[in-house]
Nanobody
Framework: VQLQASGGGLVLAGGSLRLSCAAA????????IGWFRQAPGKEREGVSC??????TTYYADSAKGRFTVSRNDSTVYLQMNSLKPEDTGVYYC????????????????WGKGTQVTVSS
């Protein structure tokens, strides 16, 4: 199982970015794919999680209405619109199990993160 997140960068507040998570060695149909982020000096937090087996995506309150998860074959995307400075952090994709609580404890496989910086 391998995961590779990409697509981060520097963007002005109000802008958009699309992150990609390329999955290899497994099918997202049978794992949950989660997006997590960690801001400097803060704990990692869940942003979204998609349970492929049931076609359900959970979003953190901070992401609802602004972020959208989609998928094309084995790549999962996180479209982030109306970005805010507080969205800054390293974004990780992970595979495993999740619930609406978006806890990272259920994730068993992690990819390297991609940096997102939103300037005001």
């Amino acid at each position: 199982v391998q995961l590779q997140a990409s697509g981060g960068g520097l963007v002005l507040a109000g802008g958009s970015l699309r992150l990609s998570c390329a999955a290899a060695g497994f099918s997202p149909d049978y794992y949950a794919i989660g997006w997590f982020r960690q801001a400097p000096g803060k704990e990692r937090e869940g942003v979204s999680c998609t349970r492929g087996s049931v076609g359900t995506t959970y979003y953190a309150d901070s992401a609802k209405g602004r972020f959208t998860v989609s998928r094309n074959d084995s790549t999962v995307y996180l479209q982030m619109n109306s970005l805010k400075p507080e969205d800054t952090g390293v974004y990780y994709c992970a595979a495993g199990w999740c619930s609406h609580l978006l806890l990272d404890a259920g994730m068993s496989h992690w990819g390297k993160g991609t940096q997102v910086t939103v300037s005001s």
